[in-house]
């Protein structure tokens, strides 16, 4: 098969491209190197039927290209992920994730693509009423652009599947960990643990509960929902059956670097405008399917951690 993989050089649309070219499949990769990163490409460069395009979504022309009669799919997995700063630059989220998305989807409609595949976030629901969150709960008021980005990219590709017959597969991920991770709790614990290991500052109250999902068991999930479900629009919510409060991921964390540091605490309930203080999923649906994660949050907290101090080099990219 021929797949185009949007953002293929990031956190999860790199692990992604992998084992799509393990499995034997041909694949186009775009990305603007943004926040994505040519190190993690490392696999994928060794299979001839893995082709990079540098450039950037927004570039109509370069989908029109790239996104082909030839191509049997989109894994549309470009955007702007940074939820926390999303108000220093409020343009960011509306073009990286909804005018890029908007701009997928005319590349398909252009060219008879049929089948999209599109990462969307648990930050839909916003600070949801329901806990643990089903996929039919109301969407209450958001509260983070990205959040809002994203909400606006699903309806888009809702529109265009019901306009232009195309099969869209929507999945609602909790925060990923995992190898490549970029950004996140994990790595800003990391980088001030090591800097001061006798302080660390959290912000919010650190009474924060989040599920975590690691980025290994979300691509299976991915897979098997690809396998088994076929209507037309298909929407997943991902994440563990679990969840745990910040204060119980910095106790896993000091206690796996032998550091036992003072705790500080700044922002209230939340760290910042668009925190949503409590997120759970209710994950059944893809459940019922016949998938379950192998790694709880703990495991996947401490797999990220190491990754970390086996790639310092990293925290120096990202700092």
């Known amino acids: 098969m021929n797949y185009v993989v949007t953002g293929c050089a990031g956190f999860i649309g790199s692990h992604l491209v992998d084992r799509l070219l393990i499995q034997g499949h041909h694949v186009v990769g775009i990305d603007n190197l943004s926040t994505g990163l040519m190190e993690f490409l490392q696999v994928a460069k060794q299979f001839s039927s893995f082709k990079f395009i540098f450039a950037d979504c927004l570039d109509k022309n370069v989908l029109l290209k ?3 009669k030839q ?3 989109v894994f549309h997995f470009s955007a702007n992920a940074d939820v926390k700063d999303g108000i220093k630059h409020t343009e960011k989220d509306l073009q990286q994730n909804t005018i890029v998305t908007f701009n997928v989807l005319e590349a398909m409609r252009v060219n008879g693509i049929k089948k999209i595949i599109f990462p969307s976030t648990g930050s839909v629901y916003g600070e949801a009423d329901i806990i643990p969150t089903p996929e039919n709960a109301p969407f209450p008021t958001q509260t983070s652009l990205y959040g809002a980005s994203k909400v606006a990219a699903e309806g888009l590709i809702q529109a265009y599947s019901e306009a232009f017959n195309i099969q869209a597969y929507i999945f609602r991920f909790v925060s990923i960990l995992g190898e490549r991770y970029t950004h996140g709790h994990v790595i800003d614990f990391y980088k001030k643990l090591e800097n001061n ?4 500052e959290i ?3 650190g009474n924060q509960a989040k599920s975590y999902l690691y980025v290994q068991d979300c691509i299976d999930a991915i897979f ?3 396998k088994k479900s076929n209507n037309t629009v298909n929407i997943f919510n991902l994440g563990t059956n679990d969840y745990c409060q910040v204060k119980d991921s910095v106790d896993w964390i000091s206690t796996e670097l032998g550091v036992t540091p003072e705790l500080s605490y700044s922002g209230g309930k939340r760290g910042w405008i668009g925190d949503n203080p409590f997120v759970f999923l209710d994950c059944k649906k893809i459940g019922k399917l016949g998938w379950q ?3 709880t949050i703990q ?3 401490i797999k990220t951690l190491n990754y970390l101090r086996k790639n310092t080099w990293l925290i ?3 700092a």
Do not use: H, R, T
């Open 203 to 205: 912000l919010g109250d």
């Open 224 to 226: 098997l929902a690809l």
């Open 293 to 295: 994660p192998k790694f």
């Open 197 to 200: 290991p006798n302080q660390l």
């Open 71 to 73: 191509c049997d799919a």
């Open 299 to 301: 495991q996947s907290i």
């Open 66 to 68: 790239n996104i082909s």
């Open 316 to 318: 120096e990219v990202k």
